[in-house]
C-alpha cells in the first residue's frame, strides 16, 4: 500500500482564546477523493490553509506522501505538490486565462517565451483533463463555472499532485457542477489526490471515497462514503438528530398579496437584469425564485423592496401599487407590511459594528414604540430585543454585544426576528441560509413554513435548489433576466436544472 | 473566519494606544528638539509647565481648548456620517460673521445674557449654512465633500476679507476689524474658576464659552447615541446600503449632518469673537478648523475622547509658546513641527501600533479578551 498523499497529526491551531483545530488526525489515502465536512466555523478552512502554508499550526505535523515537510507559505505548499481552488476564485479579472495560469510562474523578466512555453503546456493540461478553455479569453468574460476551471488548470499547471477544493459548487449551476464532478473523478483516475471541503451532504456521497466530519474543532469521524448516510453524517455534523427534509403540509393560498407586472430593471450600466417579469403571491403560500445567481434574482428583489428604482412595470402590494420606478421609499414599504430579509446580511440587513438591540430595530426605528420624542427609548428597545433573543434562540443572549461578533447563523436570525416579528402581510427572503449552519437552518425553514400556515404570502429566492424545493409551493425559475419556467414542488432536480440553464419548455420541445 | 488578532479591551482601545502614539510622537519630537540643539527633557518641562504651571497658563490652555472642542466635535459628527468635513475652518470663521452681526446690531440694545443665545443661534446658522452647499453638492451631484469643503474655506477666506475691509470696517480706521462691541457683548470670564483652585492668575481670555463647549459635547453624545436622528447618522457612515434597506433618506441625513457639523464648527467663533477680542478680526480661527481634524481623530468621535484631545492641543498651543519664547534655538515654526508629529501619530498613524498590541492581548491575555472578526464598518 502506498504511503498516504497527506498525513496530519496531532494539529492544534489558537486564534487568542479560540482554538480553531484540537488534535485534528487525518490520512488522505492517494489517489482518491476525500471529503471534508462540518458546520460553518468547524475548523475545515482552517485547517486547510494551514495545509497550504496561509498559517502555522501551533503544533502537530504534516506528512506528504510519506516524508514530513513543514510549509510555511503557499508557495511551500505549491512546490511539495498541493494546489488549492478557493472558494472566492484569485483571479485577477482582466487578465486573459494564459496570463491567470502562467501568474507567480513567469520565469523571467522578459515572457515572450515563457508565454508560448506556457500555452502550449495549458493545451496538454486542457486536453488530458478534458477542461478545455479559451486560453486568450478574459477572466470577467466568462461565466464563473469556467473561471473555475481556470483554479483548477492553474493548480495543475504548477504541478499539483494533491487539490484542495473549499466549496467548489456554491456557485455553479447543477449541470456544472455535474461537469466539475466529472472532471474530478478524471484527475482521480490520473493519480491525483483531491480534498473537498463542503457542506452539501449529498455532494459527498455522490462523488467521495472517503468523508471527515468536523465539528467545533475536532474531528469527530472518519468514514468510508459507501458505508455511511446523509442523515449519519448530518448527525455528525452538527452532534444531533437533524430533520433534513421540512415537514409542512400543503398550502391553503388565499387572495394575492403581491402582484409584480411586467417589471423591468435596470442596473447602473443600464444592461437589463430584469426583463418583463409578471408573476403573484397570494397570502398563505411560499413562492421560490430558482436560478443561479447573477440572474437578475437580486435586482427583482431590489425593486420590490424598493431599493432599485425599477424602469417599468408595476408592482402591487396588498392591491395597492408601490411606486416602483419612482420613489418607492423603503420605509413606506415596511409600514405597509411588506417585511424584506435581504440576501447580504453583512452590509444590507444588519450595521455589523451596532449592538445586537440597535440592529433590532434597523427600518422600523421610526415606530412610537421605540421612541420617546425625538429620543430612542433604549429600555423598550432592549426589552424588545431581549424577548425575540428568547424566541428566536439567539446566541449569545445579550442584545449589548456587537453584531459582528455573532455568527452567520445568529446574525441571520437577527435579521428574520426582526423582519417577521413585525407581523407583514408579505415576506420577501432572499439566501435565508446562505452561510448558516445545518442545525440554524432546520430553524429557519421552520420559521418561515409558520409564516406561510400564518397566511402570509412568502416571496422566497434562493441558489441552493435544495432549499426551494423543500420550501416552496410553486418554483419560477429566472435565467438571463426572465422567468424561464414555472413548475410545482415535485419538480426533479433535472427539470429545474435545465430551466435554470435557460433551455425553457419550447427548446426542449423541439431538441 | 477568526482572525489571528483578538479584540481589544475598551481600555486599551481607548486609553492605551493614544497614550502609546502620544509617547511615540514626543520621542520624536524630542529628536527634533536635540536636534535643534536644546535639552529635550528641559523642553518637556518647560512646555507642560506653561500650559498648566500658572493659573493664566491653565486659563489659556482651555481657552485655545474650547476652539478644539467646537472644531472637534464638528468633524466627529460628520465622520458618524461617514463623511469627512474639511471644512471647519471656513465654517468657524463664516460663523464668526453671525457672531459679530448680532453683537454689532444688538450690544447697545439687549444684556449680554441676551446677546449670547442670539449669537449661539446666529453663528451656529451661518456656519450650518456654510456646509449646506458643499452637502447638497454631495447629497445630489456626488461631488466628493472632501474636495468642495476645502474650496469652501476658500471662498470664506474671500468672503471675510471683502466683508473686513468694506461693509463691516468702521469709516476711517485702517484696521480690517470690525468695531469692538460693546460690554453687553462681551462674554463673561472664567478667571474665578481657576482662582477657586487656589491659583493666581492676570487676566486671562477663558470665558463662558468652554461651559457652552462641556454642554455641547453631551448634546453631541445625546444625538449621535440616544437620538433617532443619531441612529440614523450612523447607520448610514457605517453602512451606507443598510441605511437605503431602513429607509433612510441618503440626500436628507447627508445634509442634516453636514448641516449640524459646520453648525459646531460656526459656534467656535463665539470663543475668540465674543469671548476674548470682541471684534471680529482677519483670519482669528488661525487652523483651529484642521486642529479639529486631528482631535476628533484621536478622541475616536466621542465626546469623552475629544475634551481630553482638546486639552492636549491646547497645552501643545499654549506651552509651545512659552517654549518658544524660553528657548532661543526653538522658533514657532518648531512648535507647528511637534502639533504636526502629534497629529501624524495620533491621527494619521492611529493604527500604527494597533496590530502589535493586539497580537500581545492575543498571546497573553487570554482570560479576558474574546476574538471577533474585525469587521470591516470598524475601520473608521
Not at chain 1, 88 to 99: A, I, K, R, S, W
Not at chain 1, 273 to 278: K, Q
Request: contains cysteine; proline residues 4%; aromatic residues 6%.
Amino acid at each position: 500500500m502506498p504511503a498516504p498523499a497527506i498525513e496530519l497529526t496531532g494539529i492544534n491551531k489558537s486564534f487568542g482564546p479560540v482554538q480553531a483545530n484540537r488534535d485534528i488526525n487525518l490520512t488522505v489515502e492517494q489517489g482518491t477523493i476525500h471529503g471534508i465536512i462540518g458546520e460553518n466555523g468547524a475548523g475545515k478552512s482552517t485547517l486547510m490553509s494551514i495545509l497550504y502554508g496561509f498559517y502555522q499550526a501551533d503544533s502537530g505535523s504534516i506528512s506528504v506522501g510519506g516524508k514530513p515537510v513543514t510549509i510555511h507559505t503557499p508557495n511551500d505548499a505549491i512546490a511539495i505538490g498541493i494546489g488549492m481552488v478557493h472558494q472566492h476564485f484569485m483571479l485577477v479579472q482582466n487578465f486573459t486565462v494564459l496570463e491567470n495560469v502562467m501568474l507567480g510562474a513567469e520565469g523571467g523578466q522578459l515572457l515572450t517565451g515563457s508565454i508560448a512555453d506556457a500555452r502550449a503546456e495549458l493545451h496538454k493540461l486542457e486536453e488530458a483533463y478534458a477542461l478545455e478553455v479559451d486560453t486568450e479569453a478574459v477572466i470577467e468574460e466568462l461565466p464563473v463555472g469556467l473561471q473555475q476551471r481556470v483554479e483548477i488548470l492553474k493548480a495543475l499547471y504548477r504541478g499539483a499532485e494533491i487539490l484542495i477544493l473549499d466549496e467548489p459548487t456554491g456557485v455553479l449551476t447543477p449541470a456544472e457542477a455535474d461537469h466539475l464532478f466529472r472532471v474530478l473523478a478524471q484527475l482521480k483516475e490520473q493519480g491525483k489526490t483531491i480534498v473537498l471541503i463542503t457542506h452539501k451532504l449529498r455532494e459527498i456521497m455522490a462523488i467521495t471515497d472517503n468523508v471527515s466530519v468536523m465539528r467545533q474543532g475536532t474531528m469527530v469521524a472518519t468514514r468510508k462514503t459507501s458505508e455511511t448516510s446523509v442523515e449519519e453524517l448530518a448527525e455528525l455534523m452538527v452532534g444531533r438528530h437533524v430533520l433534513l427534509r421540512v415537514e409542512k403540509g400543503p398550502a391553503h393560498p388565499g387572495d394575492v398579496k403581491l402582484a409584480v407586472e411586467n417589471l423591468t430593471v435596470r442596473d447602473r450600466r443600464g444592461v437589463t437584469m430584469v426583463n418583463n417579469v409578471s408573476f403573484e403571491v397570494r397570502a398563505g403560500e411560499i413562492v421560490g425564485i430558482a436560478g443561479v445567481a447573477g440572474n437578475g434574482q437580486s435586482e427583482l428583489i431590489e425593486a420590490i423592496a424598493g431599493m432599485r428604482q425599477a424602469v417599468s412595470g408595476r408592482v402591487l402590494l396588498d392591491g395597492l401599487p408601490i411606486h416602483v420606478t419612482g420613489s418607492a421609499d423603503p420605509a413606506e414599504l415596511r409600514r405597509r407590511g411588506l417585511a424584506h430579509v435581504p440576501e447580504d446580511r453583512h452590509y444590507t440587513g444588519l450595521v455589523l459594528p451596532f449592538e445586537e438591540a440597535e440592529n433590532s430595530i434597523l427600518g422600523y426605528h421610526g415606530q412610537a414604540k421605540y421612541l420617546k420624542g425625538p429620543f430612542l427609548d433604549i429600555d423598550a428597545i432592549r426589552k424588545d430585543a431581549a424577548a425575540k433573543i428568547e424566541a428566536y434562540d439567539i446566541r449569545p443572549p445579550n442584545c449589548r454585544l456587537k453584531s459582528a461578533n455573532f455568527s452567520g447563523g445568529n446574525q441571520q436570525k437577527i435579521v428574520l426576528a426582526r423582519e417577521m416579528e413585525q407581523d407583514p402581510t408579505v415576506l420577501v427572503v432572499a439566501q435565508p441560509t446562505r452561510g448558516v449552519d445545518v442545525g440554524a437552518i432546520e430553524f429557519i425553514h421552520k420559521r418561515i413554513i409558520e409564516m406561510r400556515d400564518a397566511g402570509k404570502a412568502v416571496l422566497l429566492v434562493s441558489v441552493e435548489l435544495d432549499e426551494i424545493r423543500s420550501l416552496s409551493d410553486r418554483i419560477l425559475v429566472m435565467f438571463a433576466g426572465q422567468v424561464a419556467g414555472e413548475r410545482g414542488p415535485d419538480a426533479t432536480e433535472g427539470e429545474l436544472g435545465l430551466l435554470m440553464a435557460g433551455i425553457t419548455d419550447g427548446q426542449e420541445a423541439a431538441e | 473566519m477568526a482572525t489571528p488578532y483578538a479584540k481589544l479591551p475598551a481600555w486599551a482601545d481607548y486609553g492605551l494606544i493614544p497614550l502609546i502614539n502620544l509617547t511615540v510622537a514626543f520621542l520624536v519630537s524630542g529628536l527634533v528638539v536635540l536636534l535643534a540643539g536644546e535639552n529635550p527633557v528641559k523642553a518637556a518641562g518647560i512646555l507642560v509647565s506653561g500650559a498648566f504651571g500658572s493659573g493664566s497658563g491653565i486659563g489659556y490652555t482651555l481657552f485655545y481648548a474650547t476652539n478644539f472642542i467646537f472644531t472637534g466635535l464638528s468633524v466627529a459628527v460628520a465622520f458618524h456620517c461617514g463623511l469627512f468635513n474639511i471644512g471647519g475652518e471656513g465654517q468657524a470663521y463664516i460663523g464668526g460673521l453671525g457672531v459679530a452681526l448680532v453683537c454689532l446690531a444688538f450690544d447697545t440694545v439687549f444684556p449680554w445674557w441676551l446677546n449670547f443665545p442670539l449669537a449661539i443661534l446666529a453663528s451656529a446658522a451661518l456656519g450650518g449654512a456654510w456646509a449646506f452647499i458643499p452637502a447638497i453638492l454631495q447629497a445630489r451631484r456626488g461631488s466628493h465633500i472632501v474636495i468642495t469643503t476645502i474650496m469652501f474655506n476658500f471662498i470664506a477666506a474671500s468672503v471675510m476679507v471683502y466683508l473686513l475691509v468694506g461693509a463691516l470696517k468702521p469709516l476711517g480706521s485702517m484696521a480690517p476689524q470690525t468695531r469692538t462691541f460693546e460690554a453687553a457683548a462681551h462674554l463673561p470670564k472664567l478667571d474665578w474658576l481657576i482662582t477657586m483652585f487656589g491659583f493666581k492668575l492676570r487676566s486671562t481670555p477663558l470665558n463662558l464659552s468652554f461651559v457652552l463647549a462641556l454642554v455641547v459635547s453631551f448634546l453631541v453624545w445625546l444625538l449621535i447615541w440616544r437620538t433617532k436622528l443619531g441612529y440614523e447618522i450612523r447607520t448610514q457612515g457605517f453602512s451606507p446600503r443598510a441605511s437605503r434597506y431602513a429607509g433612510i433618506s441618503e440626500t436628507r441625513i447627508i445634509v442634516i449632518t453636514m448641516m449640524i457639523s459646520g453648525a459646531l464648527a460656526g459656534m467656535m467663533a463665539l470663543n475668540p469673537v465674543m469671548g476674548d477680542q470682541h471684534r471680529l478680526q482677519l483670519d482669528f480661527v488661525t487652523g483651529a478648523g484642521f486642529v479639529g481634524i486631528a482631535v476628533a481623530l484621536m478622541g475616536r468621535s466621542h465626546p469623552a475622547g475629544i475634551i481630553p484631545a482638546s486639552i492636549l492641543f491646547g497645552m501643545l498651543y499654549q506651552g509651545g509658546a512659552e517654549l518658544a519664547f524660553e528657548m532661543p534655538n526653538i522658533s514657532r515654526d518648531m512648535i507647528v513641527i511637534i502639533q504636526g508629529l502629534v497629529i501624524l501619530f495620533a491621527g494619521a498613524l492611529e493604527n500604527l501600533f494597533r496590530p502589535a498590541v493586539q497580537a500581545f492581548f492575543g498571546s497573553v491575555l487570554h482570560e479576558d479578551v474574546r476574538a471577533a472578526p474585525i469587521a470591516s464598518g470598524e475601520s473608521h
